[in-house]
């Protein structure tokens, strides 16, 4: 009877991370939200199909979800502010601002504490801070909520991938 968000940070992300937990929900008797915090692009070939794509795959699971609405100008300078392990040589001497300098950290981080008041899961679960395969986007929604969790202590915090460090949920 566990009640699990997942924040992620685009559609299908829920599939590629959590895909097995989504499909077995159900049957463990777990309430699921998807918390989706980066609306799809503009322009791309995919664009029009994300969203439908999520509701179609949280429907099948029995799992409910959220698409947050953010204007995303901006976020693709995501390197200057977040850095993960896997940066390609000479990337990983840059200096980086500081994921919480972002312009959209504090409008991402209130649309996260929002959904966790209304949804009052037990676990969260979201991106690890290398971004899994050192997607900057996804560091950026791990120290937004590794930021979180150091002030709740209420509930699980969880990362995708079982062999990394959590060293910034302590």
Known sequence: NKSVLLVVAHQDDETLF???????????NCKMHVLCLVPPAPGRADTDTRVQALEKVVHHCGASYQQNRTNMSGLHRMRRYVQTRLEPDGFEKRPRLGAEKHPKYLEFKEAIVNEISSFDPD?????????EYGH???AFLNAIVADIA?????????VFGNSLSRSNFS
């Open 123 to 131: 676990v969260v679960i979201t991106h690890n801070e290398v971004g």
């Open 136 to 138: 900057h986007e996804h």
């Open 150 to 158: 150091r002030g709740d202590q209420s509930r699980k915090w969880l």
């Open 18 to 28: 959590a895909g097995g937990l989504l499909s077995q929900a159900q049957k463990l």
